[in-house]
Structures are given as structure tokens and as C-alpha cells.
């Protein structure tokens, strides 16, 4: 285990990857608003990161057998962002659910998130250098 490899880098670097992810899905929609049939796509993750966090699981599972099933999310390393079609909606006649002032607001949003984030992991990298340094 190396020096910054902690929960907070591990989440830091999880929930950077995320909105990276979400800001190339977001910039597709855009691209595709034209695109007959076309449906929109988005990015899973804050919410099942926040479930994680919180300890919260609807049904939790203990494994005592390598055979069992596994309940819910057992480590950290099983949160990935995951990117989801909406399939249940149409905005335009052509089939297309893209609605550009929405995914403007959206990547918008997701720019702001992404910049408080590299902020956050600034910040916490620089009191990791003072601590280091002897508060110098």
C-alpha cells in the first residue's frame, strides 16, 4: 500500500474518472441531436458512491462460502461509474430524447463538479506537502 493510496485518493480519483466519463457521454448526446432514434445516455455513480458511503444496503449479505452470491457492493473496488441509455422517453419527432438546453445545463453542472473535485484533491494533496514539510 503506497503512500496516497487511501480511501480519500481512491475516491477523489473514482469520482474524477466518473465526471470525465459523464462530460464525453454528455458531449455525445450534443453531437447526436440530430441523430434520428438516437437516445440519450448519462452516468451512474454519485448515488451508489453516496449508498457506499453511508453504509447503506437495502439487504446486507455476508459470505461465508466462495460460492455465495454477493448482496450489494463488498468493496470499494466494485464502484465504477456506469453509463445508462434512457430508453423511456422521446423528445423529438424523429425518436431522438435529446433536449440541448438540458444536457448545456447538465455539462454545465458536471464542469463545476469536476473542477470543485480537482479543487478538493489540490487542497488535500497541499496539506499533505506541509504535513511532509513540517508545516514550512
Request: proline share 4%; charged share 20%.
Amino acid at each position: 500500500m503506497s503512500f496516497f493510496d487511501t480511501k480519500s485518493m481512491q475516491i477523489y480519483e473514482r469520482s474524477l474518472d466518473a465526471a470525465s466519463l459523464r462530460q464525453k457521454v454528455l458531449a455525445n448526446n450534443i453531437a447526436n441531436i440530430d441523430t434520428p432514434n438516437f437516445k440519450r445516455s448519462d452516468v451512474s455513480f454519485d448515488d451508489v458512491l453516496l449508498d457506499y458511503l453511508n453504509g447503506a444496503s437495502a439487504l446486507p449479505g455476508m459470505i461465508t462460502n466462495p460460492r455465495h452470491i454477493p448482496i450489494g457492493v463488498q468493496s470499494f473496488s466494485q464502484i465504477q461509474p456506469e453509463i445508462v441509455v434512457e430508453n423511456s422517453t422521446t423528445v423529438n419527432n424523429n425518436g431522438n430524447n435529446v433536449d440541448v438546453d438540458s444536457e448545456m445545463t447538465q455539462l454545465a453542472v458536471n464542469q463545476i463538479k469536476y473542477n470543485l473535485l480537482v479543487q478538493e484533491l489540490n487542497g488535500h494533496l497541499s496539506r499533505l506537502r506541509t504535513a511532509i514539510q513540517g508545516g514550512r
